[in-house]
């Protein structure tokens, strides 16, 4: 299979092309020429199949003509070393918990399988110099993808995040590992991170001297298997005997997740609709009531991770729908809170349930809540653990949150990052510097 970029202005690459690169050369994100329809005998026995026969599967029906079935069935295996349980948590809504990886948050199982996708698309090109993966995060995409590549042999990676704007713990889980991973501590915002990675990527001199990728949801192989546990949650429904249509409500803030949930329903997944659940970032929302996109500079929200002023995949849910309002509107409803209103669920929730959710998670709740009609059994993901979010969950709850030993063990290592401007000339000096 072919990719394409959603600019339209660069050739079509091949998997292994499109993984290395990242972004294509005309700064599009690269998009499959097709999205393959899985039988219908496959969803009428999904609920017989566990989470890692149904990934292979999935995985199969993205990437099965461009890597050996046995080798992608390998890679997507050793990915998924660890569950995703559905948890029903009130009437007709159920928790996705998609925390129970490495670094306790969802985007393990992309950095993960990124990685291993990585390393195969380096040996298929033979090419021996090393890949440096450029990645931005807000919090827990850099904890996921630091730990994810960690001694993977060719590759190096540079996290980039906002001073003083991700939590104590998510901060350990990428600046304590070292070897082949560095930290960049920027005076900015998410939105600067990013601004970063992708004047890197736009510029000639630097491209001439590295070979540059990014483990954002920007990477074919990083967002499209998030569409694993959306297959994984329906067949788990089944088992329960559950009916109903179902509708899943995402926290969104860069639009990756989502986007993979809206693939697997092109693949047949029988999901009647999403909802994208924004914090004060609402872009996506606005877009949706006004049918223009505007994006703008970002606030700090304590639901960080969802921070964002100009959600990458937001050009690949129009690559989708053919720039279609009416159509995504269809498929996709879309709410926002601001913190007092996360802060209240969290509480209410707890109070009412004893189920803790923590901020990104209190987000998909309430995006239920508001948009679930009769008939309708909903999802929300629960992306990353509470411990995660000591400092804003326990002041809610008013008591102690145990922290995992996973956790806990991140917390005893010793911070190493640098600290940069969010000016790119200081950024570039800084892998200049590395490269002599």
Known sequence: MKYYSTNHNSANATLSDAI???????????????????????????????????????AGAFFGEDIPQNELDRITIDTLNFDAPLIKVAENIYSLELFHGPTLAFKDFGARFMARMLAWSIHQSGDKEHVTVLVATSGDTGSAVA???LGIDGVD???????GKVSEIQEKQFTTLGRNIAALEVDGTFDDCQHLVKSAFMDVELNKKFKLTSANSINVARFLPQAFY?????????????????????????FGNITAGLFGKRMG??????IAANNRNDIFLQYIRTGVYAPRPSVATMANAMDVGDPSNFARVLALYDNDIARIRADIEAFAYDDAQIAECIARVYKATGYLLEPHGACGYMGLENGLRKNETGIFLETAHPAKFLDRVEPIIGSKVMIPDKLQKFMEGGKQSIEISSDFADFKAFLNDRKR
């Open 20 to 58: 290395i690169k990242g972004l294509a050369p005309d700064k599009g994100l690269y998009m499959p020429e097709k999205i393959n329809v899985l039988p219908e005998r496959f969803f009428a026995d999904i609920d017989k199949l566990s989470f890692q026969e149904i990934a292979c599967r999935v």
């Open 269 to 274: 997944l029988p999901i009647k609709r999403f």
């Open 147 to 149: 730990n994810g590549f």
């Open 157 to 163: 990676v540079i996290v980039l995040y906002p001073k």
């Open 230 to 254: 959306y297959f994984h949650a329906y067949a788990q429904l089944r088992r329960s005997g559950v009916e109903g249509d179902v509708v899943v409500s995402v926290p969104s803030g860069n």
